[in-house]
């Protein structure tokens, strides 16, 4: 007999990934560089130098053991100490290397960190618009996502429903700024205010509820804007990070567990992700990419395509007419659709080779996503095609 609940997931595929797929087919059709495919968040940036120089001295210097064998269940000790040591310098914390636990990238990161400090039952709250592999990656531990209504006029944190409700099941929550889909960022003064509701919670149930921070664009920053380590703010904390977007390593899968060195228990949770691990079949990321990320953790690619490519289309945005509210980070962009149902709107663009993902999934529905990680000659050509799209459809 087949798992019924994975074969109905068969039913709810991503629809990122489905539009992706469709830009992929309509490429081999028209070319794919006449596809403005505003899908998937891949980087388009490449790899930085250093690393891939990195890579070729390991493969010289070091033996294959060391580079193709197990690694110990919670990473590397080196590469841990290694993580530590630029999120102490960076954000003037005090990890140790034990408060460390190496992972598959951001998501293998939630997956651990939920884990360790969640049961079965349990309530794990979010903000809209979130990213939707979150309902999976929530549910599957056993524990429920429950979803706070966005607050469209800045994409801040919904405070008013948050609080209304927030309650004793609810044993974490999960942020992710910079945000995925709006790339909008957490204001100090956000954090703030979400540690003090936190704190004050946990002092009325009896409990620490623990706040995990999902931040694979945390280098992602555009001019002007503050960068905010929520882990600073909140001592029962725990930071989920990947290098798939600072450093275009999406393919290498690999990330970290850092929790809070303030939480009693810090070691212990971080420890607790080697056994987590054997349930899961996580068992490690790859040895030689551990090591090489730890001689560039603080470098990233060059980041400053994002910025200009946002800019290109907020202002084309904007000048059509659209509601928007300007990115601070990341490589999306989330207006709200010229219709009320942003399914309807998105399959209208497609005959203008626009792909642009509907935000329903996101939570958000009524707006859509747009992933403008390509190269900024095409986001360019691409906005004739916005306008034509717009003229045609909606004016």
Do not use: W
């Amino acid at each position: 007999m087949i798992n019924e609940t994975y074969k109905e997931m068969l039913g709810k595929k991503s629809v990122i990934r489905e539009l992706s797929e469709y830009a992929t087919k309509r490429g081999q059709e028209i070319g794919y560089e006449n596809v403005f495919d505003y899908s998937l968040g891949n980087p388009s940036v490449p790899v930085p130098q250093k690393f891939t120089d990195v890579m070729i001295d390991l493969l010289k210097e070091k033996s294959p053991m060391e580079l193709h064998g197990y690694s110990p269940s919670l990473g590397i000790t080196s590469v841990r100490e290694a993580v530590a040591k630029s999120l102490n310098e960076r954000f003037g914390m005090d990890y140790k290397f034990s408060d460390i636990f190496m992972t598959s990238g951001a998501a293998g990161a939630i997956a651990h960190a939920v884990r360790a400090v969640t049961k079965p039952g349990d309530e794990v709250i979010t903000f809209a618009p979130f990213f939707p592999e979150y309902t999976p990656y929530i549910n599957g531990t056993g524990a429920k996502l429950v979803v706070v209504p966005a607050d469209t006029k800045s994409f801040q944190i919904n405070f008013e429903k948050f609080e209304e409700m927030i309650n004793p099941n609810v044993k974490a929550v999960l942020i992710n700024t910079p945000n995925n889909p709006t790339g909008i960022v957490y204001s100090e003064e956000t954090i703030k205010k979400l540690a003090n509701i936190l704190k004050e919670k946990s002092k009325e149930y009896g409990f620490n509820i623990y706040l995990i921070s999902d931040e694979p664009y945390r280098e992602i920053l555009f001019a002007g804007v503050e960068e905010v380590y929520p882990s600073k703010y909140y001592d029962y904390s725990i930071s989920c990070y990947s290098f798939s977007k600072s450093l275009s390593l999406p393919g290498e899968r690999i990330g970290y567990v850092a929790v809070n060195p303030k939480d009693p228990d810090s070691t212990t949770i971080a420890t607790m992700c080697g056994q987590i691990s054997r349930g899961t079949g996580h068992n490690c990321p790859p040895s030689i990419i551990q090591l090489a990320v730890s001689k560039v953790l603080d470098m990233t690619a060059d980041l400053s395509i994002y910025e200009k490519n946002m800019n290109l289309i907020y202002n084309e945005l904007v000048d059509l007419g659209f509601e928007v509210v300007k990115p601070g980070g990341t490589f999306y962009i989330f207006p709200k659709a010229l219709e009320e149902d942003a399914v309807a709107f998105s399959k209208k663009a497609l005959k203008y080779d626009l792909i642009l993902v509907p935000a329903d999934s996101f939570g958000c529905p009524g707006y859509f996503r747009m992933a403008y990680c390509i190269d900024t000659e095409k986001v360019e050509r691409s906005l004739a095609a916005l306008r034509r799209f717009v003229e045609n459809e909606y004016r």
